[in-house]
Every structure is written in structure tokens, then in C-alpha cells.
């Protein structure tokens, strides 16, 4: 029978090995042996010392061929050290002896060099073939563990788009945690309950889950999930299964900014599964979708900052285009002031200087000096109004008033001008006694300017007053018609800015200040209607509709005969 080395019995010294490093050898979880130049134990470790069924001190100064089973013990120990002295080391399994009789084991044996004999020559490893299994089973699961957090570490960054993103998250949980589906809600900022974000599924499309289990934004287990911040699970029968959902809180920097779901069709796989890896892969998701909100608010942040910079860009244009119809309108107005006054001296002057022939051509150019004293006037009008308006001061008298006499007489008015250039003027029969709600004056005035633009634009052709009055509605519009110059598309919405025609062309050709449509949307407006320009185009005539708001009891009467001009 092996006998323990005399030298160690008798106390010899302990291999000079660290503290530290003697307290994992004697704490490892498998069997450790150190043996010296003689192939005896100077130390064994608590595992062996188990197997072996006797305490660590016990086996001090036995040989190694202690644990063999083998009747050839020492030929086989030979055979051992002979192919560590060749190889560098042994390693295969044996069966060794052990408490429990012959047992399968995975034996490593490796040499160190040393330059004292007292030290350990060689160590032994030696792992029960039940353990080693373990040993790769739980590597195997660390493995796939990490695999499932890498991958879900990609889909994290793998699109910019929000919802790409989740739902490529999604997948790689339904694929790395072998579930069936899963869903991700997210908590918007500044909002109550959750909303949907994410979600995959490999499910079969004849299963259906009951309406109770499916998560949404009011779910029961998911919301308590995010109050309570813990996994909540509920199960319930599915097609002769068990289907089991567990909700996990997706949490970042202690903050719940979302909710994950995962279902298994067989409940007994999320019960074998490490319920701390779900919970790694929650804050991992966590993470994510808080960094999402970031990226989110950065994008709003700079959309914002881009939205401001257009605004900006766009004011300063309105600015400069307003210096610009101002500088026009100062061009313009100063031409039009002049022209009349001109023609006022050079008309009195004549008359003044004694130069006309007859009193009928002293009256002709006195006409003509009045006619151009109230073109001065109309135009100072302008002027004052629009400041007045401006600045608040504009006091308008608005009361119920028939619309017919003032058709009439503006009718009357202009329709000499029509004539003068041999325009087919109309104002189309409406009902009589048609009332509005308006100032007769300012109603008068913002007529004339509309009507009088329909003449002065319209070389040939036709202007026509409508008056459009349905039963039931709470406005009467008056419709003015023409077929003159129109209007190209681009440019119809600068004519109801002050200071502002078409375009400068127009206004040499056709004079004005630029005013007359600026104070009419002013004016209506101020009465409570509003106005609208349409137009088919350049050369395609011209409609301007204004809506006024009809008077409290209207009654009508029947229509009088046109009147034309």
C-alpha cells in the first residue's frame, strides 16, 4: 500500500506558494494537487479531498497513484509522468477512486519549473465528468447570453429611423431569447400611459391571443410593470398551450421610459430562462430608447432652429421687399402727385394769362384742372387712410343699409368711364332691398376703387357687377367681372399689400399708387368681410368677390332692369 512521505508527515515545509493564490487552490470548485519531484501530494485542495472522501491533510505525502483504479497503478503512473516529461503535460479522462467508488474524471497534468525540491513540481487537475459537462453547458449559456446582448447591441444602432430601429430590437429579442413575440411600448415625454414603438413576432398566424393579453397602452400587467418598475407575467390557455407574457420596465438613469414585452407559446420556456438576462436585455433596451428620445429631441431641436432660420430668412425678404415697394411707392406716388398738380398750374396759368380764345375753352380747361384737383384729392385720401387704418384711428359708422342705391350710383359713376373707353358695362339685376351691414361712404369708396380698377385694366372687352345673395347664408357678395389684363398666378397675392401692383410695368402704364386693394381688404375687413381676387392668368380678365355680412331681416322685392353703360 502507498504510504505517506515520512519527510511531510514529520512536518516538512509547505510549498512557498502566495496567500492569495493558496486561497483560490484550495477553494476552486474541481480538484487540485500539488505534487513534488517524487510525484507525492504536497497539497490537496477541499474538491479532492471530497471525492476522496477524507480530509485535505490526510492525503498529504501520497502518490498519485492513490486515486488510480487501474490494478497496474504504478505502470500506469509511469506511463502518466513518462508522457508529461515528452509532452509537457497529460490530459484525458481516468477513472479514479473516490468515495463513491470508480468514478469517470477528466485528469490534467501539468509540470512547473521550479529550482527547489521542496517546491510543486506538477499539478494535478482533476474534474468529475458530470461537473465538466456543467462546465460547458453554463459556458455555452454565458456564450449565448452575450451573443443575445451583442446582437441586441446592434440593432440598437443599426437605423435612424425610430421605428426601424425598435422594431429591428424586437426581432433580435424574439430571435436571441427564443420567444414567440415581443413588443416594445415607449413613454412619451409630457404624455400619460405608453404607445406602441416596436414589435416582432414568429407566431403562426391561426393563433390568436385573447384581447386580454394582447399589450396596448392601457394594459393592465404592462402598466403595473411601469409602476412598480418589477416583471410582471399573467398567463393563459392558447391552443391547448399555456402562453405566457412577461412585461419587464425599460429603465434608464432610474427613469421607467418604456415597457418590454415577451411571449412564449409554452410557458416553460420563460421559466427556464435567466430571468436576469430579460432584465440585462430591458436596461440594455432601456438605454436605447432613452438615447432615442435624445436623438428625437435633438432633431426637433435643430428642426426648430431651421423652422426660426427660414422664418427669419423669410422676414428679412418681407423687409427688403418692403423697402422696396416703399422706395417704389415714393417713385410713384411723387409722379402721381405731380402729374395732376402740373396740370392744375398749367391749366389756371392759361386761364390766369388770358390765353384762351372763348369762355367755353376757358371753361374746358378749368373742367380739366378740377377733374385733376379731385385726382389730387383721391389720392391724398389714400394716403390718409391707409395711416389711419394703420394706426387704429379709422372710425367707421356701420349700420344696416340697402345695397341697391349704392350700386346704383356708383353704376352711374363709373359708367361713363366704361363708355368713354367703349366697354360693355353691366350691373346685373339682384333682388331689391338687399341690406348689408356696412358704412355707406366707406362701402361707396372701396365699390368705386374696385370697379374703377376693372375699367382703368381692361382695354376691351366687358366688366360686370353681380350681386350673389343665397337664401340661408350670412353674407351678401358683390362679384366685379372683367376681361382685362388678369393676373398671373405668382403675383396675386402681393396686390392686397400696400404699396403694391403687379408689377412696376403696370404702374407706369396705368398710374396708381399702389394703395387702392390695400385699403379695400382693410376696409371690408373692418366691416367684418373679407375679400378675393381670382384671375385665369396674364390676358385672362380678372374677378374680385366681396363678401359683406348680411342684415338682421332682409326682405326682397323683384329685381329692377339692369342698368348698362
Same mark, same amino acid.
Given at each position: 500500500?502507498?504510504? =505517506?512521505?515520512?519527510?511531510?508527515?514529520?512536518?516538512?515545509?509547505?510549498?512557498?506558494?502566495?496567500?492569495?493564490?493558496?486561497?483560490?487552490?484550495?477553494?476552486?470548485?474541481?480538484?487540485?494537487?500539488?505534487?513534488?519531484?517524487?510525484?507525492?501530494?504536497?497539497?490537496?485542495? /477541499?474538491?479532492?479531498?471530497?471525492?476522496?472522501?477524507?480530509?485535505?491533510?490526510?492525503?498529504?505525502?501520497?502518490?498519485?497513484?492513490?486515486?488510480?483504479?487501474?490494478?497496474?497503478?504504478?505502470?500506469?503512473?509511469?506511463?502518466?509522468?513518462?508522457?508529461?516529461?515528452?509532452?509537457?503535460?497529460?490530459?484525458?479522462?481516468?477513472?479514479?477512486?473516490?468515495?463513491?467508488?470508480? +468514478?469517470?474524471?477528466?485528469?490534467?497534468?501539468?509540470?512547473?519549473?521550479?529550482?527547489?525540491?521542496?517546491?510543486?513540481?506538477?499539478?494535478?487537475?482533476?474534474?468529475?465528468?458530470?461537473?465538466?459537462?456543467?462546465?460547458?453547458?453554463?459556458?455555452?449559456?454565458?456564450?449565448?447570453?452575450?451573443?443575445?446582448?451583442?446582437?441586441?447591441?446592434?440593432?440598437?444602432?443599426?437605423?435612424?429611423?425610430?421605428?426601424?430601429?425598435?422594431?429591428?430590437?424586437?426581432?433580435?429579442?424574439?430571435?436571441?431569447?427564443?420567444?414567440?413575440?415581443?413588443?416594445?411600448?415607449?413613454?412619451?415625454?409630457?404624455?400619460?400611459?405608453?404607445?406602441?414603438?416596436?414589435?416582432?413576432?414568429?407566431?403562426? #398566424?391561426?393563433?390568436?391571443?385573447?384581447?386580454?393579453?394582447?399589450?396596448?397602452?392601457?394594459?393592465?400587467?404592462?402598466?403595473?410593470?411601469?409602476?412598480?418598475?418589477?416583471?410582471?407575467? *399573467?398567463? *393563459?390557455?392558447?391552443?391547448?398551450?399555456?402562453?405566457?407574457?412577461?412585461?419587464? =420596465?425599460?429603465?434608464?438613469? /432610474?427613469?421607467?421610459?418604456?415597457?418590454?414585452?415577451?411571449?412564449?407559446?409554452?410557458?416553460?420556456?420563460?421559466?427556464?430562462?435567466?430571468?436576469? @438576462?430579460?432584465?440585462?436585455?430591458?436596461?440594455?433596451?432601456?438605454?436605447?430608447?432613452?438615447?432615442?428620445?435624445?436623438?428625437?429631441?435633438?432633431?426637433?431641436?435643430?428642426?426648430?432652429?431651421?423652422?426660426?432660420?427660414?422664418?427669419?430668412?423669410?422676414?428679412?425678404?418681407?423687409?427688403?421687399?418692403?423697402?422696396?415697394?416703399?422706395?417704389?411707392?415714393?417713385?410713384? +406716388?411723387?409722379?402721381?402727385?405731380?402729374?395732376?398738380?402740373?396740370?392744375?398750374?398749367?391749366?389756371?396759368?392759361?386761364?390766369?394769362?388770358?390765353?384762351?380764345? #372763348?369762355?367755353?375753352?376757358?371753361?374746358?380747361?378749368?373742367?380739366?384742372?378740377?377733374?385733376?384737383?379731385?385726382?389730387?384729392?383721391?389720392?391724398?385720401?389714400?394716403? @390718409?387712410?391707409?395711416?389711419?387704418?394703420?394706426?387704429?384711428?379709422?372710425?367707421?359708422?356701420?349700420?344696416?343699409?340697402?345695397?341697391?342705391?349704392?350700386?346704383?350710383?356708383?353704376?352711374?359713376?363709373?359708367?361713363?368711364?366704361?363708355?368713354?373707353?367703349?366697354?360693355?358695362?353691366?350691373?346685373?339685376?339682384?333682388?331689391?332691398?338687399?341690406?348689408?351691414?356696412?358704412? *355707406?361712404?366707406?362701402?361707396?369708396?372701396?365699390?368705386?376703387?374696385?370697379?374703377?380698377?376693372?375699367?382703368?385694366?381692361?382695354?376691351?372687352?366687358?366688366?360686370?357687377?353681380?350681386?350673389?345673395?343665397?337664401?340661408?347664408?350670412?353674407?351678401?357678395?358683390?362679384?366685379?367681372? /372683367? #376681361?382685362?389684363?388678369?393676373?398671373?398666378?405668382?403675383?396675386?397675392?402681393?396686390?392686397?399689400?400696400?404699396? #403694391?401692383?403687379?408689377?412696376?410695368?403696370?404702374?407706369?402704364?396705368?398710374?396708381?399708387?399702389?394703395?387702392?386693394?390695400?385699403?379695400?381688404?382693410?376696409?371690408?375687413?373692418?366691416?367684418?368681410?373679407?375679400?378675393?381676387?381670382?384671375?385665369?392668368?396674364?390676358?385672362?380678365?380678372?374677378?374680385?368677390?366681396?363678401?359683406?355680412?348680411?342684415?338682421?331681416?332682409?326682405?326682397?322685392?323683384?329685381?329692377?332692369? =339692369?342698368?348698362?353703360?
Amino acid at each position: 500500500m502507498d504510504r =505517506p512521505h515520512p519527510a511531510l508527515v514529520a512536518g516538512a515545509s509547505i510549498p512557498n506558494v502566495g496567500d492569495a493564490l493558496l486561497m483560490h487552490f484550495d477553494r476552486a470548485p474541481f480538484g487540485l494537487l500539488l505534487l513534488g519531484e517524487d510525484r507525492r501530494i504536497l497539497r490537496a485542495n /477541499d474538491a479532492i479531498a471530497q471525492l476522496a472522501g477524507m480530509p485535505a491533510a490526510s492525503l498529504l505525502g501520497f502518490s498519485l497513484r492513490r486515486f488510480l483504479s487501474s490494478d497496474a497503478a504504478f505502470d500506469l503512473e509511469d506511463r502518466l509522468f513518462d508522457e508529461v516529461a515528452a509532452s509537457g503535460g497529460w490530459h484525458g479522462e481516468l477513472e479514479i477512486v473516490t468515495a463513491m467508488g470508480d +468514478t469517470p474524471t477528466m485528469v490534467s497534468i501539468t509540470p512547473v519549473d521550479t529550482a527547489d525540491a521542496r517546491e510543486a513540481r506538477y499539478v494535478v487537475a482533476v474534474i468529475e465528468l458530470g461537473q465538466q459537462r456543467w462546465f460547458e453547458t453554463e459556458s455555452s449559456r454565458r456564450a449565448a447570453e452575450l451573443a443575445a446582448i451583442a446582437s441586441i447591441a446592434v440593432a440598437t444602432g443599426g437605423s435612424a429611423d425610430p421605428g426601424g430601429m425598435l422594431n429591428a430590437v424586437a426581432r433580435a429579442v424574439v430571435e436571441q431569447l427564443e420567444v414567440d413575440a415581443c413588443w416594445i411600448h415607449r413613454c412619451e415625454p409630457g404624455e400619460g400611459g405608453v404607445t406602441l414603438a416596436g414589435e416582432a413576432s414568429t407566431m403562426n #398566424s391561426s393563433l390568436r391571443l385573447p384581447s386580454l393579453m394582447l399589450p396596448g397602452g392601457e394594459h393592465p400587467a404592462l402598466l403595473r410593470a411601469l409602476e412598480t418598475r418589477e416583471q410582471v407575467a *399573467e398567463s *393563459e390557455l392558447l391552443d391547448r398551450s399555456i402562453a405566457t407574457i412577461v412585461h419587464a =420596465p425599460l429603465l434608464a438613469q /432610474d427613469e421607467a421610459v418604456g415597457v418590454i414585452s415577451i411571449l412564449s407559446v409554452e410557458g416553460e420556456k420563460l421559466s427556464a430562462r435567466n430571468s436576469e @438576462l430579460f432584465r440585462t436585455v430591458s436596461y440594455q433596451v432601456g438605454t436605447a430608447v432613452q438615447n432615442l428620445r435624445l436623438l428625437e429631441s435633438i432633431r426637433l431641436q435643430q428642426q426648430l432652429l431651421q423652422d426660426k432660420n427660414e422664418e427669419l430668412e423669410l422676414f428679412v425678404q418681407e423687409l427688403i421687399d418692403a423697402d422696396r415697394m416703399k422706395n417704389e411707392f415714393l417713385a410713384n +406716388t411723387s409722379h402721381e402727385l405731380r402729374t395732376p398738380l402740373n396740370s392744375i398750374i398749367g391749366f389756371l396759368n392759361l386761364v390766369l394769362d388770358g390765353l384762351c380764345e #372763348s369762355e367755353d375753352e376757358q371753361k374746358e380747361l378749368l373742367g380739366h384742372a378740377l377733374r385733376s384737383g379731385r385726382q389730387l384729392l383721391s389720392l391724398i385720401n389714400d394716403v @390718409l387712410d391707409l395711416s389711419r387704418i394703420q394706426a387704429g384711428r379709422l372710425q367707421l359708422e356701420v349700420r344696416d343699409l340697402d345695397l341697391a342705391p349704392v350700386l346704383d350710383e356708383v353704376g352711374s359713376t363709373l359708367g361713363v368711364q366704361a363708355a368713354e373707353k367703349h366697354l360693355d358695362f353691366m350691373v346685373a339685376s339682384f333682388p331689391r332691398g338687399t341690406r348689408v351691414r356696412a358704412d *355707406e361712404s366707406r362701402l361707396r369708396q372701396v365699390l368705386v376703387n374696385v370697379v374703377g380698377n376693372a375699367i382703368k385694366f381692361t382695354s376691351r372687352g366687358a366688366v360686370r357687377i353681380e350681386v350673389v345673395a343665397p337664401e340661408g347664408s350670412p353674407f351678401v357678395e358683390v362679384v366685379v367681372r /372683367d #376681361s382685362g389684363i388678369g393676373v398671373p398666378a405668382e403675383r396675386m397675392e402681393r396686390l392686397f399689400r400696400k404699396f #403694391s401692383q403687379a408689377d412696376a410695368s403696370t404702374t407706369r402704364k396705368f398710374g396708381g399708387s399702389g394703395l387702392g386693394l390695400a385699403i379695400v381688404k382693410e376696409l371690408v375687413g373692418l366691416m367684418g368681410g373679407d375679400v378675393r381676387l381670382e384671375s385665369g392668368g396674364e390676358g385672362q380678365g380678372t374677378m374680385v368677390t366681396i363678401s359683406l355680412v348680411r342684415a338682421g331681416g332682409a326682405a326682397t322685392t323683384p329685381s329692377d332692369p =339692369p342698368i348698362s353703360g
